[in-house]
Each structure stands twice: as structure tokens, then as C-alpha cells.
């Protein structure tokens, strides 16, 4: 086992390179991922954040390290901030979100098609055959009096969310056990996103 005067001294003569940036990866695009739903998955975003932070540690101790004997740099060090403020870009802008709904619509535009009659009561709810996923959304579907629900199946907690297809306008009489208090934001032509809570 190397002891740690041979691990500095490696870690001087090279900056982090490939092998570490090709790390991070996977935590930025489940972070990416946890962000482009209809409401942020608390979970995936804290624990891809998590794992971004400690890469952050680690590249700021090899940074520390490398530069210690100048004159040294290396460009290699602007590659990981540079990604990191892309993809905070990425998020405040919303951008995964769109992307992958964009992607979605037309699966949702089929789904929504050819619509069985709609139901007599605002409290009476027809289930509908989605086959689990609708786009790159894992949802199950009912059609409602005005419209279609579509529920996100990956969202766990006190918070339901998923989209709404509402040709007139979201109904806000559709309370019912588990979808209580909903509120509605637009997208775009009938399209809403959806949350409620209970």
C-alpha cells in the first residue's frame, strides 16, 4: 500500500484527468434526471448532490496540492467547473424538465387520443390503460370529467404530482380522497403540470 508522501507526490505531478471527471458522470445525470420531472425527486437530487460535493472536496485538495510548487497549472482544472456551472445552468433554467417533456409530448398526445366517454360525476374516476409509461414518464392514467389525470408513479411522500390534459381549463372541483387541494401550472395548449398533497 502506498503511504501517503508517494500519494501526494503523485497527486502533484498530475491533475485529476479522466479517470475522475468520467466519476462524475453518473451523479450529474441523476441529478439531471431528479430535476426534470414535474416536481424534484428530493431523494435522487440529495443524494447525486452529495456525491457531486465530495468530488468538489476531493478536486479542491488536488488543486491545493498540484499548485503547490509553482509555476504550475494545468487546464485540466477548469474542465469540472466548468460542467458544474453548465448543469446549475442547466437547472435554473429548468432545461432538463422541458427537454424530457418535450421528448414526452407526443407519447401524451396519443395517450389522450381516443379517449373513452368521459364520466357522469366530477368524483368519479375511469382508470386507463397507459402501460405503465407515457413518454420518458412512468405514470398511471385516469380519465376525469373535462380531462385526463396523469399521475407520476415515481414520486413518493405527502406530494402527488404528474400532468393534466384539460382542453377547457383544469376542473378545480376534482378533489377526491388522495387528491386533495390540486394546483395546476400551465405548459402549454391543454397540457398542465399538477400537485397535490393530502
Known amino acids: ?37 414535474p416536481i424534484w425527486s428530493l431523494l435522487a437530487l440529495a443524494t447525486a448532490t452529495a456525491v457531486l ?28 467547473p466548468f460542467v458544474g456551472v453548465l448543469v446549475l445552468s442547466l437547472v435554473a433554467h429548468d432545461v432538463p424538465f422541458q427537454k424530457r417533456w418535450e421528448f414526452s409530448r407526443p407519447a401524451f398526445e396519443v395517450a389522450v387520443r381516443d379517449l373513452p366517454p368521459a364520466p357522469a360525476r366530477v368524483d368519479e374516476w375511469v382508470p386507463l390503460q397507459t402501460q405503465g409509461r407515457v413518454g420518458a414518464y412512468r405514470v398511471s392514467a385516469s380519465r376525469v370529467l373535462g380531462g385526463v389525470i396523469f399521475t407520476d408513479q415515481h414520486v413518493s411522500g405527502t406530494v402527488d404530482t404528474g400532468f393534466a390534459y384539460f382542453p377547457d381549463g383544469p376542473r378545480h372541483d376534482l378533489e377526491t380522497g388522495w387528491f386533495e387541494s390540486p394546483q395546476f401550472h400551465h405548459l402549454d395548449g391543454p397540457w398542465y403540470v399538477w400537485t397535490a398533497s393530502w
Do not use: E, N, Y
Not at 19 to 32: A, D, E, K, R, S
Not at 62 to 72: D, M
Open 1 to 37: 500500500m502506498d503511504d501517503v508522501p508517494s500519494v501526494i507526490s503523485s497527486w502533484r505531478a498530475r491533475p485529476p484527468r479522466w479517470g475522475f471527471h468520467v466519476l462524475l458522470l453518473p451523479p450529474t445525470l441523476l441529478l439531471l434526471w431528479a430535476v426534470s420531472g
Open 53 to 80: 460535493c465530495c468530488a468538489a472536496l476531493v478536486w479542491m485538495v488536488r488543486v491545493i496540492v498540484f499548485v503547490q510548487k509553482p509555476p504550475r497549472w494545468s487546464w485540466w482544472f477548469l474542465l469540472a
